[in-house]
């Protein structure tokens, strides 16, 4: 079974534009996570996306924000680019669990490195 | 919110000896899961090993082994016979019995001398 997928894998954009990354989920998965990864920050989790509708939400402005598809692909976007949005992003899928009744084990995608000049 | 503590920033071990990795965490949720994952230098991060806050008795996946004391918050990593190919950043994560949102430690770096 294919693992989580980024595109694209690296990205240089300037200050003021705006970014839309993608993450495709393992197949059968239906939530996916996103988290920003910096040196000084360590992960940190921006929102969830589950059968297309946000469950949980980070503590992030609203610059950041994302969208799941019908087939699980989940979209995020980052408007308004700050130099300080320079990252790794990663995603993270996972499965429902029938047994726990929620969804379960995330796994992570290679991450897109973000840089912002 | 809950926190994630991994207090050694950075370890090191001799190829095929033992190492212990740290973490403990602060909640007063009594079900929960608790994960160690892997992610090597410019490299994916990848699940190590899962253990269920409801179940006493240690998760183990070959090499890697984890010491889980629920009353002390503590959840440490151990893995033996450590190989060359161990060498990455470790982060402990907590998550919820409800809702999806993990919680990250901030990592250990683990050096493995050949």
């Known amino acids: 079974k294919a693992g989580v997928t980024q595109t694209p894998r690296y990205l240089i954009k300037t200050r003021g534009q705006q970014v839309t990354l993608s993450c495709s989920p393992i197949?059968?998965?239906?939530?996916v996570s996103w988290y920003q990864q910096t040196p000084g920050q360590g992960l940190q989790f921006l929102f969830e996306?589950?059968?297309?509708?946000?469950?949980n939400k980070g503590n992030f402005p609203g610059r950041f924000s994302g969208r799941q598809f019908s087939n699980s692909r989940s979209e995020m976007n980052v408007s308004t680019l700050e130099l300080g949005d320079s990252a790794l992003y990663l995603c993270?899928?996972?499965?429902?669990?029938?047994?726990?009744?929620?969804?379960?084990?995330?796994?992570f995608g290679p991450g897109t490195r973000l840089t912002v000049l | 919110a809950q926190t994630v503590t991994q207090s050694q920033p950075e370890m090191s071990v001799q190829e095929a000896e033992t190492v212990t990795l740290s973490c403990t965490y602060d909640?007063?949720?009594?079900?929960?899961?608790l994960f160690w994952y892997k992610q090597p230098p410019s490299r994916q991060m990848i699940l190590v090993i899962r253990?269920?806050?409801?179940?006493?008795q240690n998760a183990t996946e070959n090499r890697f082994s984890v010491n889980f004391q629920k009353a002390a918050k503590s959840f440490s990593l151990k893995i033996s016979d450590s190989q060359l190919g161990d060498a990455a950043m470790y982060f402990c994560?907590?998550?919820?019995?409800?809702?999806?949102?993990?919680?990250f430690g901030t990592g250990t770096s683990l050096t493995v001398i050949p």
């Open positions: 253990q269920e806050a409801y179940k006493q």
């Open positions: 994560a907590y998550r919820s019995s409800t809702g999806n949102q993990f919680y």
């Open positions: 197949s059968g998965h239906r939530s």
């Open positions: 909640t007063s949720e009594s079900d929960y899961y």
């Open positions: 993270a899928s996972s499965r429902w669990s029938l047994l726990r009744g929620d969804t379960d084990t995330q796994y």
């Open positions: 996306y589950f059968s297309e509708t946000q469950r």
